[in-house]
């Protein structure tokens, strides 16, 4: 009922900055919280910041505090991450998640690549 779509991923060298978007289309207006995950090369996929869609209250991993800016456009149906000082370290597949009220199961973008080269 939701469908998300990520963009805004490429290469960068460390110390540089990247913006993720996310577009969400369907049940929109059920919209609880927008957030973004992360998933390495054989590692488990972890969480890296999310957003309340109602109040904008944000929430961040310690990895990427202070460095990452989670974001949203409510008239616009857009989340954004903000990436800043990136490391080595945060080469990932990044994922938009969205959880819905009454939804049985949250929804997931099909990722984009981020790497930062050291």
């Known amino acids: 009922q939701v469908q998300l779509v990520e963009s805004g991923g490429g290469l960068v060298q460390a110390g540089g900055s990247l913006r993720l978007s996310c577009a969400a289309s369907g049940r929109t207006f059920s919209l609880l919280r927008m957030g973004w995950f992360r998933q390495a090369p054989g590692k488990e996929r972890e969480f890296v910041a999310a957003i309340s869609w109602t109040s904008g209250t944000p929430g961040y991993a310690d990895s990427v505090k202070g460095r990452f800016t989670v974001s949203r456009d409510n008239a616009k149906n857009m989340a954004y991450l903000q990436m800043n000082s990136l490391e080595p370290e945060d080469t990932a597949v990044y994922y938009c998640?969205?959880?819905?009220?009454?939804?049985?199961?949250?929804?997931w973008g099909q990722g984009t690549q981020v790497t930062v080269s050291s």
């Open positions: 998640q969205a959880r819905v009220r009454n939804a049985a199961y949250d929804y």
